[in-house]
Structures are given as structure tokens and as C-alpha cells.
């Protein structure tokens, strides 16, 4: 869709959660679940997409970046979800592709954002 898609996401968003509307050009962090997600939409690149930035933090785990690669060949590829390390923290991020459609609702994003926490998660530690 448009720029106009996603205002209308960003304002339901809003209405549900009681937030104050945030500008389209910006870069917006929230917190859901005690998890930070990156919302960025870059409407001169991928007017149809809104990025997701994932914040998992640092994980322990004997052989990380073999674990990541093998996990996104296995992600669902109409979730569009990979896990890559942030390149200042070195923590895990887990970016989500998500189509800006009519039928996106943004008052449902943030459950919809947990539950891809809570996947990605699961995803990690198996």
C-alpha cells in the first residue's frame, strides 16, 4: 500500500494502547513484554513494508552464529523472520518483513509483535 497504510496502522495502534501518535519518518522503539522493538518504515525504500527490529539481547550459546544461519533456513519463509547479531551490542535481533495491507490491524500489532517475540524466542533456545 502506501504512506497512508501505514498511518492508519500507526493510529490504531495508538487508539488501542492509548500512546501518542508517532510520525511516519520515524524510527520508533517500543517496549512489549520487557522487549524493545524497532518499527521503522523507509517509505522511499519499501513503501509496502514496516521492519521490525527484534531486541533478544545477548545469548549464550556454544556455536551462536551456526545456530542463527541454520534457524533462518528453517523460519517460515511467509513470515519473512531472520535472526542476525546488532553490529554495536553484538546482542540477537530477529527482523520481521511485515506487509503494510489493508488488512493489517494495528490495534492487533502488538499481540501479533509478542507472539513473534515469544516464537523467535522458542526458536533460539531450541
Not at 521492519?51 to 541454520?70: A, K, S
Not at 523472520?81 to 494495528?106: I, K, M
Request: negative net charge.
Amino acid at each position: 500500500m502506501t504512506i497512508e497504510t501505514y498511518r492508519r496502522v500507526i493510529q490504531e495502534w495508538c487508539d488501542a494502547s492509548g500512546m501518542s501518535p508517532w510520525a511516519t519518518d520515524a524510527n520508533m522503539h517500543v517496549d512489549i513484554n520487557d522487549t524493545t522493538i524497532g518499527l521503522i518504515y523507509a517509505a522511499d525504500q519499501a513503501p509496502d513494508t514496516l521492519f521490525v527490529f527484534v531486541d533478544l539481547g545477548v545469548f549464550e550459546h556454544p556455536d551462536l552464529h551456526r545456530h542463527m544461519l541454520e534457524l533462518n533456513m528453517l523460519i517460515d519463509p511467509n513470515k519473512n523472520g531472520q535472526f542476525a547479531l546488532h553490529p554495536e551490542s553484538g546482542g540477537v535481533v530477529y527482523r520481521v518483513d511485515l506487509p503494510l495491507t489493508q488488512e493489517l490491524n494495528g490495534a492487533a500489532m502488538p499481540q501479533q509483535i509478542a507472539a513473534m517475540v515469544d516464537q523467535a524466542r522458542s526458536f533460539l533456545l531450541s
